[in-house]
Antibody, heavy 120, light 107 residues
Framework: QVQLVESGGGVVQPGRSLRLSCAAS????????MHWVRQAPGKGLEWVAV????????YYADSVKGRFTISRDNSKNMVFLQMNSLRAEDTAIFYC?????????????WGQGALVTVSS | AVQLTQSPSSLSASVGDRVTITCRAS??????LAWYQQKPGKPPKLLIH???SLEIGVPSRFSGSGSGTDFTLTVSSLQPEDFATYYC?????????FGGGTKVEIK
């Protein structure tokens, strides 16, 4: 069965960096696009970024463009989110999610999430 | 970015009720829309993909319809486990966007 496990969350000061990881199993990672979606405490879902199945195409939300970078290592079944210049408003649960197809479509499996808290 | 407006933002309903949630897009998104259910402390779960296709394993009381700018999620007979928050999401344009959510509560 598909399993996505996020790690790397924690408390970080404003302006600092953090790298999230997502370990994928139960499917052929190299066939599917992968996403990061976040949810601030008590708020709705906000899409963050997607990377195509082969890593060639990446798209970002305007709120994180230029600060966050999505990447993947299909040989290790891993997806990453490098987050730089973090702000208080980036505080959220970050979910790794599998795309239904090769790039950007429905998100059919989700991890349990990693909590990122940006605070001094 | 495409804005998705869900209505209502919350509703109260009883077990057995028929419930309809709408999602309106600020521009046409074809059939590039999905519906998710989220329960407190849990990740979202895909219910409907490509506007009207029921995801495998999802009960048939859930259905989706619409295309272009107007979409609907219907629960034909609300069950106790259906009390949750529901989100629509478009994937026709980047950046992908989610609606603000509809919280379904017990009356």
């Amino acid at each position: 069965q598909v399993q996505l496990v996020e790690s790397g969350g924690g408390v970080v000061q404003p302006g600092r960096s953090l790298r999230l990881s997502c370990a994928a199993s139960g499917f052929i990672l190299s066939n599917y696009g992968m996403h990061w979606v976040r949810q601030a405490p008590g708020k709705g879902l906000e899409w963050v970024a997607v990377i195509s199945y082969d890593g060639r195409n990446k798209y970002y939300a305007d709120s994180v463009k230029g600060r966050f970078t999505i990447s993947r290592d299909n040989s290790k079944n891993m997806v990453f989110l490098q987050m730089n210049s973090l702000r208080a408003e980036d505080t959220a649960i970050f979910y790794c999610a599998k795309d239904y197809r090769s790039e950007g479509s429905n998100l059919d499996h989700w991890g349990q999430g990693a909590l990122v808290t940006v605070s001094s | 970015a495409v804005q998705l407006t869900q209505s209502p933002s919350s509703l109260s309903a009883s077990v057995g009720d028929r419930v309809t949630i709408t999602c309106r897009a600020s521009q046409g998104v074809g059939s590039g829309l999905a519906w998710y259910q989220q329960k407190p402390g849990k990740p979202p779960k895909l219910l409907i993909h490509d506007a009207s296709s029921l995801e495998i394993g999802v009960p048939s009381r859930f259905s989706g319809s619409g295309s272009g700018t107007d979409f609907t999620l219907t629960v034909s007979s609300l069950q106790p486990e259906d009390f949750a928050t529901y989100y629509c999401q478009q994937f026709y344009f980047f950046p992908l966007t989610f609606g603000g959510g509809t919280k379904v509560e017990i009356k």
